[in-house]
């Protein structure tokens, strides 16, 4: 079974009234692909999915599925399988029978809906429970019945809205996988929305951040996580630090900031970013990303720090450090060296030019 399509979205912009609730978004999705998009409430998340389905209009921009715009089709043309947070399974329908709907109203004959649907009950592993009704059924396999429902019919496109918002932690991140693994096995591309930064990181190839109906980054979750390009996307995302810079060298993938007040900072940067030798920046690097070190060989950047506070968090110490008398950075630290460390002492901190980056305030 394989399906999905490549889908592009070019200066999509969506009003309501004068409220632009989608501003000039622009998204290519390949074949295949898993696509967060992860952002705060009212940032534009649903709207966009809503567009791409055809509940809403937009007001400006393209939508093209497979080369092929979409936006005078309705919503049924254009054959999208949809999975939202409030999936209501039918009640008075068995297993077999939810998941077979979509096959009816599209009038596949008898004999198509018995082996489509058998290859889905294999494929959510529900094949001893296909006359159930789902109340009979638990959170997570209601929730592997609504998604064989949503991709029965070999749509070319899967869109998920908050599939799993309410669903308890536990089941919810088991979920994930099964969702993740089975849309890998079937290779349907798949758009997905979250406000949940966890569950963007896990299950995708591409997130997308958007803020205010604009997107702020797209990319691999490891570059969201590692080398976010602006201040809200830093800032969404886990804990980081924030260290005001000034650029003093550029030299192509690499630029020498000064941090600190006084110590010179080794970063890797993205190739044609408008950089300029003399602005002002910000330095940002995690927390897990700085080690404390015994010599500063080896490391292409250190400084000398004095711990302020140290705090247990279970699998890491959190640790609260002064540079240079000014600069208060959070890192992180084996707890198993907590018996080293005590509050006032020196330390020396080192890290590598791709264990931080910098971005416009
Ligand atoms: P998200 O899914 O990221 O929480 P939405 O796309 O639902 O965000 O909403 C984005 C913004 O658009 C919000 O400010 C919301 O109030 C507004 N909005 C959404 N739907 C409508 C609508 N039908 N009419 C007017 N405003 C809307
Ligand atoms: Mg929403």
């Known amino acids: 079974m394989t399906m999905g399509a490549n ?86 329908m068995n297993v077999f029978e939810n998941i077979a709907y979509p096959l009816k109203i599209r009038k596949y004959s008898k004999a198509d809906i018995k082996n489509k649907v058998t290859e889905l009950l294999k494929l959510v592993d529900l094949e001893n429970v296909e006359e159930r009704y789902p109340k009979q059924l638990s959170g997570g396999q209601q929730q592997r019945v609504a998604l064989a429902r949503a991709i029965v019919f070999n749509p070319p496109l899967l869109l998920l809205d908050e599939p799993l918002g309410a669903l308890d932690k536990n089941l919810r991140q088991k979920m994930q996988l099964e969702i993740k693994h089975i849309q890998q096995k079937v290779g349907i591309t798949t758009i997905s929305v979250t406000h949940d930064q966890e569950e963007a990181l896990t299950m995708s190839d591409k997130v997308c951040i958007m803020n205010k109906g604009k997107v702020e980054q797209i990319d691999s979750p490891e570059r969201i996580y590692q080398r976010p390009k602006t201040r809200f996307v830093a800032e969404f995302i886990g804990e980081i630090n924030m260290v005001d810079c000034k650029i003093i060298e550029i030299d192509e993938e690499v630029a020498y900031v000064k941090a600190f007040n006084d ?73 198993s060296i907590k018996d080293t460390l005590s509050i006032g002492k020196n330390i020396l901190l080192g890290w590598d030019s791709n264990n931080c980056s910098i971005i416009k305030d």
Request: net charge negative.
């Open 7 to 92: 889908l592009l979205l070019s200066n999509v912009t969506k009003f309501y009234k004068d409220f632009k609730a989608v501003d000039d978004v622009c998204i290519n999705i390949n074949k295949g692909e898993f696509l967060t998009i992860l952002g705060p409430s009212g940032s534009g998340k649903t709207s966009l999915l809503k567009l791409i389905a055809g509940f809403e209009k937009i007001n400006s921009g393209e939508i093209l599925l497979n080369e092929n715009s979409i936006e005078t089709k309705k919503p049924y043309e254009r054959n999208i399988g949809m999975l939202f947070q409030n999936y209501a399974l039918f009640p008075h």
């Open 263 to 335: 110590r010179e900072i080794k970063v890797i940067i993205d190739h044609d970013n408008g950089l300029e030798v003399g602005q002002d920046m910000l330095l940002v690097f995690r927390p897990e990303n700085i080690a404390i070190i015994k010599s500063a060989e080896e490391w292409e950047n250190t400084t000398k720090a004095t711990i302020k506070e140290i705090i247990f968090v279970g699998d890491t110490l959190k640790v609260k450090v002064l540079i240079n008398d000014i600069t208060e950075v959070m890192i992180k630290a084996s707890p």
